[in-house]
Each structure stands twice: as C-alpha cells, then as structure tokens.
C-alpha cells in the first residue's frame, strides 16, 4: 500500500485562498476506512518549507486554491508536478517555487513522493483579508468535499 499524505495549502485570512486547508481539515475528520494509511496535513508555508510535509511519503497530494479565469468557482482542476502552473502558494520570490523544491530535494538524496498530484480549486478570491470563503464558493464546498475524498481514495 502507498504511503499517502494529503497536503492541503493556503492562508487563512485570505478569503478563498483558504479551501484548500478548509477541505483537508474537514476529511481528516471524516471516518472512512478509505482513508486508513492516509496522512492528512496542512500548511500556510511556501516553498523549501513543503519539503518536509511530504518527505517520506510514495503519493502526495496538494489541495490548493487557483485563479486561472477560465473554470467556474469551485472546479477541481488537476495537474501533475510538471505541468504545474504558476501558483503564490507553491512559490515564494525569496524561495523556490515548490516543483524546484522536489527537484533539489531528489537530488539531495531524500525521499521524495514518486507521484504528485496538484488539485487546484478555481476560486474568485485570494486576495481580501476575511477568514470566509466567498458565497460562491462556500456554495460548493460540501460538493468540493464529497468528491474529493473520492479522487484522494487509494
């Protein structure tokens, strides 16, 4: 069985940009033997600092908001760490943007995840100081979670 962690990334003052840590928090919470061998964590760190949440780990999972303009508010878009958009949460200008990250950390010789899977939440809000989420997508959370803990499923 693959050693599982889902990571689940934002701010928590940031309105929107907070999904990705309302979600891992609310399936950690869940009791389902599917997710027994799962690790469930979540970050306000960027960078070189999300190298220790996922050392050690054969499959991670990133759950994280995104703006992209081009899905409606609440869809799930999926990338894997190569085809990883520019983000703020996975990169900072004072460090590396996170696929660099696992890049170096390989390289260095620690245990990095073999599989990565980014799941981006389109959002319309990343950037207004209040800890809720916009209506619109505070309507497609409970729906946001119920799939999710589908697709995180070994």
């Given at each position: 069985?693959?050693?599982t962690?889902?990571?689940?990334?934002?701010?928590?003052?940031l309105?929107d940009?907070?999904i990705?840590?309302?979600i891992?928090?609310?399936?950690k919470?869940?009791?389902?033997?599917?997710?027994?061998g799962i690790?469930f964590?979540t970050?306000?760190?960027?960078?070189?600092?999300?190298?220790?949440?996922?050392q050690?780990?054969?499959r991670?999972i990133?759950?994280?908001s995104?703006?992209t303009?081009?899905?409606?508010?609440?869809?799930?878009?999926?990338?894997?760490?190569?085809?990883?958009?520019?983000?703020?949460?996975l990169?900072?200008p004072?460090d590396?943007?996170f696929?660099?990250?696992?890049i170096?950390?390989?390289k260095?010789?620690?245990?990095m995840?073999?599989?990565i899977?980014?799941?981006?939440i389109?959002?319309?809000?990343n950037?207004?100081?209040?800890?809720?989420?916009?209506?619109?997508?505070?309507?497609?959370?409970?729906?946001?979670?119920?799939?999710?803990?589908?697709?995180?499923?070994?």
């Open positions: 069985m693959l050693k962690v889902v990571l689940g990334l934002g701010n928590s003052l309105c940009d907070a990705g840590l309302i891992v928090e609310e399936l919470n869940r009791d389902s033997p599917y997710f027994s690790d964590k970050s306000e760190k960027v960078g070189l600092n999300l190298i220790e949440l996922v050690g780990y054969d991670a990133i759950i994280d995104i703006i303009g081009k899905h409606q508010p609440g869809e799930i878009i999926e990338f894997s760490l190569d085809d990883l958009p520019d983000n703020p949460r990169r900072c004072h590396a943007d696929k660099s990250a696992i170096l950390a390989r260095t010789g620690l245990k995840p073999e599989e899977i980014i799941l981006g389109e959002v319309i809000d950037l207004t100081f209040t800890p809720n989420l916009s209506p619109e997508v505070g309507r497609r959370l409970a729906s946001l979670i119920k799939t999710l803990s589908l697709k995180i499923q070994p």
